[in-house]
């Protein structure tokens, strides 16, 4: 784990540290109403790569966008949507996020820069371009990011997205979670060159590839690639290695793909006990502190769930509004 | 009223718009300074420069999700396909982000993006470049599909299509591009969902689709001469589509005929025919008929293309067929 050094305050490294353990209480929780039928269909959960969403979004103001991928949930609530909002959404109801419509896999509150999770690999790494050049052509200072998975840097949209975004100097990140997993399937299976980040070079922008585990790893690396596009530099490819200690989807089948070994060994690696160990070590939190922080989180994660079961079912008669504009 | 082709109204529509909004930029493969393949953006590089006539990499996925990624940021885009069948590479995005964002966001994402293309089984171009895929996006919800087939339209619907915050498909017929006719100057928007009755009469009406409308003008033209008086109605936008219109003209002529040059299957024609019989089936004194082009892939020798879309006379006689039953 790195050392922290000085390089960000106690409030800073707090900061990062509550991140972290939200989107993992928030999880959590919604782990336990899977089983217990009290949300449906896909469930993607991000327990075991909770600094990726943290240590990148912690330099994105609310201008900022971000499109995400079918395992969003944590890249929403380190954009700011609260966990009332996605707990509702998931429980379908018209308080959610977005309005019951979507689920786990279409998260959408543009209002602080969630510009989307989405069903489709791929696809936020183009959308994202696209929002860059928006922010060029109408000289806005925003920066876009994509977040995708080693399953995206095999789908076209990565060749074309990064290709265009190099070529016109867009100010977008590109943030590949490289969970080594494409749904099931294993990226040394379906790629020659283990290295996303060396992608990069074939077209003219840097690749970066850090432990995506290490929480101020992640913050150092994404904090030159934001400050890149702000400066109008171009985009920047940020490989974030890390695991998903969950099924792809809550309620599949974990097995046949990998071994229990491995699994064993990554939960062994879990950002946020390391990222405690770095806080305690150097004095910038006690145990106390830390525990007060994780029944805080909890508390609010309870009051969520209460707030979203509390909440009014949408109304069918809306299932077609706002197909179109007017 | 001074004339132009429908390329040279397209062309001042665009003009005008991107004069007026600096949101409003075009990509295409030799959009910038070659000026289209077309000439759609003749003149416009030069005014404008590279961010707003951006050439592209042949990377039609790519830039269609580009750009809709820039309509949901707040920029107004201009996808120019070139042939419109080059969007079938962009067809997942189009389907699923384009068509859905604005749903999918409650409402509290735009779309303004404007998806052009020149389309038809017309000339000696072949299979691969004659393509009209309007009944694909009138089946997904989300898209406004617009087919002009006068120089006038086509800047006035044009110019709708850029100022709509929705997903439009503007789909020129390859027929067309040459075609003269008035067009007024300035400030001219012809809104979506409003037919036109080109020609009036009482024997039968006619709805054409693109060339389909000029090429039923002329069969009416000779039609009168066998004393038939022809209707002729131009939905002009296909989705929204002008129901009442197309109705009014069956409640007067009770038969109805519908020509577009695309395939039968689950088509345009099939869709109006189905939507005026569930709405005015004791208006009809015959069954709804389709005249469609052939149900195969564009040729490319002029022998082999003999036939493959409805002509004028195809179109005349198919209306006395109809006349007579």
Redesign the interface.
Known sequence: MTTPGRALGNDQLLALYRQMVQIRRCEEQLVKLYGAGRIWGACHTYIGEEAVATGVCAHLRPTDVVFSTHRGHGHALAKGVTPRELIAELMGKATGCSGGRGGSMHLFKPEVGLMGTSGIVGSSITLAAGSAYAAKLLKQDRVSVAFFGDGAANNGAFHEGLNMAAIWDLPVLFVCENNMYATEVPFAQVAKNPSVAARAGAYGLPGVAVDGNDVLAVHRAADEAVRRARAGTGPTLLECKTYRTRPHSEGMRDAGYRTAEEVTAWKARCPIQRFEAVLLADGAATAENLARIGAELQAEIEDAVRYAQSGPEPDPATVAEHLYSA | MREMTFVEAAREGLAEEMARD??V?VVGEGSGARGGNFNTTVGLYDLYGP??L?D??I?E???T???????????RPVVDFMFIDFLTDAF??LF??TAK???????????PIVLRGCFGAFGPFGAHHAGNYAPFFMHV??F?VVVPSTPADAKGLLKTAIR???PVMFLEHKGLLHLKGPVPEGEHLVPFGQATVCREGTAATVVGIGLMVRRALEAAEQLAADGLAVEVVDPRTLAPLDLPTILASVHKTGRLLIVDDDFAPCGVAAEVATQVMEQAFDDLDAPPRRLNGVFAPAPYSPALMEGMVPGVAAIAEAVRTLCAE
């Not at chain 2, 964002?101 to 779309?111: A, E, F």
């Open positions: 600096p949101a930029f961010e707003r951006r592209t990499p990377s996925r790519g830039f999700a580009l750009c809709t990624g820039a309509a949901a940021a707040g920029a997942g995005e699923n982000q964002l604005q749903w999918m966001s409650h409402g509290r994402l735009k779309m919800p989300g406004r709509c915050d929705d």
